[in-house]
């Protein structure tokens, strides 16, 4: 079994940063692209960024970009996501996913089960 595990999550005033961070237990006898993806309350789950396996490429939906960083860490299949200039909008439920190849597309093989961020105004 190959398992994302998100941790990070909080409460934060707007303006502030958080970093959350993702590790995938299991099969990790392979490396993985990792993205995040959030959801909001009554909303459809979005793409926020992802980064390829050897960290030499990342994308980012506009909606974060400038103010989003996703990095590797130096454990493999670990992965951080540097949030700053938050957002009460940026309030969701994150999500860490894992496969093969970097996507942009929710077609991930492998999830976490999330970690709420809340920013308020």
């Known amino acids: 079994q190959v398992q994302p595990v998100e941790s990070g999550g909080g409460l934060v005033q707007a303006g502030g940063s958080l970093r959350l961070s993702c590790a995938v237990s299991?099969?990790?006898?392979?490396?993985?692209?990792m993205a995040w993806f959030r959801q909001a309350p009554g909303k459809e789950r979005e793409f926020v960024g992802a980064i390829s396996w050897s960290g030499g490429s990342t994308t980012y939906a506009d909606s974060v970009k400038g103010r989003f960083t996703i990095s590797r860490g130096n454990a493999k299949n670990t992965v951080y996501l540097q949030m700053n200039s938050l957002k009460p909008e940026d309030t969701a439920v994150y999500y860490c996913?894992?496969?093969?190849?970097?996507?942009?597309?929710?077609?991930?093989?492998?999830w976490g089960q999330g970690t709420q961020v809340t920013v308020s105004s």
């Open positions: 299991g099969r990790t006898n392979r490396n993985y692209a």
């Open positions: 996913a894992a496969d093969t190849v970097i996507s942009r597309s929710y077609e991930y093989a492998y």
